[in-house]
């Protein structure tokens, strides 16, 4: 990482847990993953005090597990915390996607077509995952705006960086479906069909659940980190431990998506 890469910004706490969250997000730290407090800090140019508070925070979030005398470890989801968490996010946006119906302009139907457009311009041309996300994060925060509601809009922006980590893997696979699905909300937003919107916004966010359920390793129970299982020596042998994984030195842009 050069120089101009390193953190120099205060609270430099601040700082590391967003650019730790990016790189978890990305799954350049991957589920399984040994954390380090040593390399993180060599890796972002900063002293372990900002990353000792950064993975304690993290911590407390639910991304990481710190675990002692063994340290930290980059989550596994459980199937119980993806249910719980496609649930929440299917009350939030079924509720937002009925008042936008009921309160939504006509600039306000024609922004989230315009997304949906733009989005599938983008697709046919190949565009990468991450431009991708960056569309559906609009669609999903317009659609929250459009519901007037600035509770609704809290709790959906609560939800925005847990939602990127669960899509991150899925993005290139499930965008063609997902865009349809987007552009059916919209159309029944701008109809001013509450009920109907409602319902298909529902349905996109349980398919959205099934993918990831369907394509990702979910674990049923929490268990032992996979780090700490590949890097454990057989009882009396001399093994080296697995190398920890090199930090991706490009850190990806930050997105919102819900």
Avoid: K
Avoid at 167 to 185: C, D, K, M, N, S
């Amino acid at each position: 990482m050069s120089g101009a890469d390193q953190i120099h910004a205060v609270p430099l706490r601040e700082h590391v847990y967003g650019r730790l969250q990016e790189l978890l997000i990305a799954r350049s730290l991957a589920p399984g993953d040994h954390l380090v407090e040593e390399r993180l800090a060599a890796e972002l140019g900063v002293s372990r005090g900002p990353v000792r508070e950064a993975l304690q925070r993290l911590h407390r979030d639910g991304w990481i597990t710190l675990r002692p005398r063994h340290g930290a470890f980059v989550n596994q989801p459980t199937r119980q915390q993806v249910e719980e968490f496609f649930e929440a996010r299917e009350l939030v946006e079924r509720s937002a996607a009925e008042l936008a119906a009921q309160r939504c302009t006509p600039e306000d139907a024609a922004t989230l077509l315009g997304i949906c457009d733009e989005a599938d311009a983008d697709l046919a041309r190949g565009v990468p995952s991450q431009q991708m996300a960056g569309h559906t994060a609009r669609f999903h925060r317009t659609v929250l705006l459009c519901a007037r509601n600035h509770l609704l809009l809290e709790f959906g922006e609560q939800l925005s960086q847990r939602s990127r980590w669960f899509f991150a893997p899925l993005v290139g696979t499930i965008a063609p479906r997902a865009w349809a699905e987007h552009r059916e909300v919209a159309e029944l937003i701008g109809a001013g069909r509450a009920e109907e919107a409602a319902a298909a916004m529902r349905v996109h966010v349980e398919r959205s659940r099934d993918s990831y359920l369907d394509t990702q390793l979910v674990r049923d129970t929490p268990s032992e980190p996979v780090a700490l299982r590949r890097t454990r020596a057989p009882s009396g042998s001399r093994a080296a431990a697995v190398p920890h994984r090199q930090l991706s030195r490009t850190l990806p842009e930050r997105t919102e998506t819900l």
